[in-house]
């Protein structure tokens, strides 16, 4: 039963690739939202002979889900009349459409972090010029990094997203392009597809990846990243969230509410970390040093007198080089990394917030509670809750 009340089948269109691991976890948290909350029939993922997505003229739906990122698609939601939510952010504010995306502030502002904790200090964005693509994802990272007075350097090969050209030309413009950045240069690239070509072409071109050039794809596709040579760190999108929260949108939008005015963004969950990204970018060995130290004994209760211990510098010479090369003090790095791994492990496993708690190197339940809510917002407990209701 709805959380609304329903009485018939309900007829849901979700127009969203399923050949990539994206679109199948936003078609399984819609199917998960249909199941548990809804009466639907969904009909995924219709082509046309061009193998684009297309409503079939004999279907009659009450409602759409769907992946916007042609005006064609606008123009055949335009033209359905029915309501309908946008899960990408191609174009966005459409009168009479909802939208559910990825926040691209909060993705860039992760990957910067993850960049930045590996000493880097030159940047770049990848992503050919493609109608698949908005541009926000590359204004935002281009934001991230200038707010921190670096250099961000973007991609743009000169020609416009549908242009068609060969295999050998895209080549050879993203290899010049590569051989111009500074090194070493960290480069975010808009998704695990884009990660691997970059990932082949440097590989092809002879460039070392991560010591030249490190590469963190915008999402997580397990097949593509762990298939690239070396594999590809990426951005764990909540692209199931997304296909849930668009699924609860469009079940009120079919009960006769309005489409918000602004999109509903949906925060990325984590950076996973494979071989692409590393390395440490830094020239002080003391501070690699240190930052090692930090990495394999962050969770065993470790103090910033510790580090200390370990690397025979002055607390002010180690804070000074964590705050210049990683943007962090050594205590706020050590915070971080203890926190991150009790978000992870409220995420994948089922253990005690007790438990949790001290595997990430808390003296209790209270403290880390503390000090959770005071980095994401929310208490350990409300944000194991809110993952319940979207799985």
């Not at 018939?8 to 050949?19: G, K």
């Not at 819609?30 to 061009?50: E, G």
């Not at 609860?248 to 969950?269: F, K, N, T, Y």
Request: glycine share 6%; net charge neutral.
């Amino acid at each position: 039963m709805s959380i609304l009340g329903r009485n018939q089948l309900r007829q849901i269109a979700v127009l969203v690739e399923t050949d990539n691991s994206w679109g199948r976890n936003v078609v399984q948290g819609v199917a998960d939202y249909a199941r548990k909350f809804a009466q639907w029939n969904l009909l995924i993922d219709p082509r046309d002979q061009s193998q684009g997505w297309s409503l079939p003229d004999r279907w009659h739906g009450d409602g759409i889900i769907a992946r916007v990122s042609t005006p064609l698609h606008l123009d055949e939601i335009a033209r359905s009349g029915l309501p309908a939510v946008n899960v990408d952010n191609v174009f966005e504010n459409q009168e009479g459409v909802g939208q559910v995306t990825t926040d691209e502030h909060s993705l860039a502002v992760m990957a910067l972090a993850h960049f930045r904790e590996r000493g880097f200090v030159h940047f770049a964005y990848f992503a050919p010029p493609s109608h698949e693509y908005s541009k926000k994802g590359a204004q935002a990272f281009f934001a991230a990094v200038t707010a921190e007075g670096h250099d961000c350097h973007i991609y743009r090969p000169g020609y416009r997203g549908g242009r068609r050209i060969s295999r050998d030309e895209e080549h050879n413009r993203i290899h010049r392009w590569l051989s111009h950045l500074p090194k070493p240069v960290a480069v975010l690239a808009v998704d695990a597809r884009r990660g691997r070509q970059l990932a082949e072409i440097c590989s092809l071109e002879r460039i070392s990846v991560p010591d030249e050039v490190a590469i963190l794809a915008g999402d997580t596709d397990e097949f593509l990243c762990n298939l690239s040579s070396p594999p590809l760190s990426s951005i764990e999108v909540a692209s199931q969230r997304i296909g849930h929260e668009a699924a609860m949108l469009l079940d009120r939008m079919m009960h006769g509410e309005p489409a918000p005015s602004d999109p509903l963004r949906i925060q990325p969950v984590r950076v996973l970390a494979r071989q692409s990204t590393d390395v440490l970018s830094i020239d002080d060995p003391m501070i690699v040093q240190a930052l090692r130290f930090i990495q394999t004994h962050a969770f065993r209760g470790i103090s910033v007198d510790d580090v200390l211990r370990e690397v025979p510098v002055s607390r002010r010479y180690l804070e000074l080089q964590f705050k210049k090369r990683i943007g962090r003090l050594p205590a706020e790095e050590i915070r971080r990394l203890r926190l991150e791994r009790g978000r992870d492990l409220l995420t994948q496993s089922d253990l005690s917030v007790e438990a949790i708690a001290a595997a990430c190197g808390y003296a209790g339940a209270t403290q880390f509670g503390v000090a959770f809510r005071k980095h994401f917002g929310n208490t350990p407990l409300a944000f194991r809750r809110q993952l319940l209701r979207t799985s």
